[in-house]
């Protein structure tokens, strides 16, 4: 079945640049999400790439897809303390269902 | 916000209880997901409904079952409560290229 892993933490200084990455099995995925969890609150949509693209920029954020190796990466340009919050990955499931299968999250520790 | 509304926010209960957990897509869309998330989980998937009819099952247990109704609010109930049933539960409706779209979230405590 289909399966997204992540690197479980992140620890970068204010100002940097973060890298998070993600693999995927389903190579039919048509679609690949990230998303946003800060302490106590709900997932919040951050961008999402559709497969035949290898690049979305959206002001901060860059998603890199390497379908061949089903790689998946999101970049935080200028890293801010306020982006300190667990990162999922996710993809869509190749079932006609439309439910996403989620990575195990990143935290990403933004130190001042 | 996401449009989607869940109740309640937090739970406490014991052993053995019942709960209803309760969710409102948002507005237009016709899928609701269920979600839990637990420490040693991660984001499991449990249950789908679309327009009213189960779409899809996960890793939902026997003593969990959910519907949802003809406004297309959704209730997940939870039976027979362990400590292990003690987890955020998402509920998520989804937008047009598929993403989803979360609530806040109910957090299950089982004492």
């Known amino acids: 079945g289909e399966d997204v892993e992540q690197s479980l933490f992140l620890s970068v200084r204010e100002g940097d640049s973060s890298v998070i990455n993600c693999t995927y099995t389903?190579?039919?995925?048509?679609?690949l999400y990230w998303y946003k969890q800060e302490p106590g609150a709900g997932l919040q949509l951050l961008t999402y790439?559709?497969?035949?693209?290898d690049m979305k920029q959206d002001q901060r954020l860059t998603v890199l897809l390497n379908k061949k190796d089903k790689h998946l990466s999101l970049r935080i340009a200028d890293t801010q303390t306020g982006d300190s919050a667990i990162y999922f990955c996710?993809?869509?499931?190749?079932?006609?269902?439309?439910?996403?299968?989620f990575g195990q999250g990143t935290t990403l520790q933004v130190k001042p | 916000d996401s449009g989607v509304t869940q109740t309640p926010k937090h739970l406490i209960t014991a052993t053995g209880q019942r709960v209803t957990l309760r969710c409102s897509p948002r507005?237009?869309?016709?899928?609701v997901y269920w979600y839990q998330q637990s420490l040693d989980q991660g984001l499991q998937f449990l249950i789908q409904?679309?327009?009213?009819?189960?779409?899809a099952k996960g890793n939902i247990l026997e003593r969990f079952s959910a519907q949802q109704f003809p406004d297309l609010h959704s209730e997940l109930n939870l039976s027979s409560l362990e400590l292990g049933d003690s987890a955020l539960y998402f509920c998520?409706?989804?937008?047009?290229?598929?993403?989803?779209?979360f609530g806040e979230g109910s957090r299950l405590t089982v004492l």
């Open positions: 996710a993809e869509r499931d190749s079932s006609n269902t439309g439910k996403l299968i």
């Open positions: 507005s237009g869309d016709l899928s």
């Open positions: 409904y679309y327009n009213g009819e189960e779409r």
């Open positions: 790439i559709f497969s035949n693209m």
């Open positions: 389903d190579s039919s995925s048509t679609y």
């Open positions: 998520a409706s989804s937008g047009l290229t598929g993403e989803l779209f």
